[in-house]
């Protein structure tokens, strides 16, 4: 089957620097996804990368791609409480019908 | 431009109820996607809609079920409420081809 984990809950001071992780599965992604929930609101896609790729960056955001370990990375630099939300990634094999979703994690920014 | 509407926002039914859903995507758009976003899961795939048909559906049971109209508009169905469909529904939608979807706020369903 299509599974994609990432650990539950990550907490980092306001400043420093988050790092989201998650592993997949299925060798045939040809999109990854990373989108923020925040709290009662639907799902933003904040970037996405072409599974050709290695890295990405966009402003504070850098998404890494490491395909040999299924292993993708969001890095959120400068982190601010506005970034407090669910991150989940999500990868695609096919049409967007084909998109998996992980179960999320829930980001803390302390003050 | 406005984006992916869902309405309503929150759903109280009681258990054997019917809820219904629905979504209205961004103009232009020709695909539907539902999700069920279960308290402590990740998002699952219910049904995709594309120019009226539905094209493909995730693993849940036939009480599930939805349509698409002319106007691509959408409505997810589910018969029977048990108690464990409490969820966060979630509406997306795109172009076909299109790299990404665009989600709606979503209906919050509570079965009681």
């Known amino acids: 089957g299509e599974d994609v984990e990432q650990s539950l809950f990550l907490s980092v001071r306001e400043g420093d620097s988050s790092v989201i992780n998650c592993t997949y599965t299925?060798?045939?992604?040809?999109?990854l996804y990373w989108y923020k929930q925040e709290p009662g609101a639907g799902l933003q896609l904040l970037t996405y990368i072409f599974s050709n790729m290695d890295m990405k960056q966009d402003q504070r955001l850098t998404v890494l791609l490491n395909k040999k370990d299924k292993h993708l990375s969001l890095r959120i630099a400068d982190t601010q409480t506005g970034d407090s939300a669910i991150y989940f990634c999500a990868h695609r094999s096919g049409g967007y019908q084909k998109v998996t979703f992980g179960t999320g994690t829930k980001l803390q920014v302390i003050p | 431009e406005a984006g992916v509407t869902q309405s309503p926002t929150h759903l109280i039914k009681t258990r054997g109820q019917q809820a219904t859903l629905r979504c209205s995507p961004i103009s232009g758009h020709t695909s539907v996607y539902w999700y069920q976003q279960a308290l402590g899961l990740g998002l699952q795939f219910l049904l995709w809609y594309d120019e009226g048909e539905e094209r493909n559906r995730g693993n849940f049971p036939p009480r599930f079920s939805g349509r698409q109209f002319p106007n691509y508009s959408s409505e997810l169905n589910v018969n029977a409420l048990e108690l464990e469909d409490s969820a966060l529904y979630l509406c997306?939608?795109?172009?076909?081809?299109?790299?990404?979807?665009?989600f709606g706020q979503g209906t919050r369903l509570t079965v009681v």
């Open positions: 997306a939608s795109s172009s076909l081809g299109n790299t990404e979807a665009f």
């Open positions: 299925d060798s045939s992604s040809t999109y």
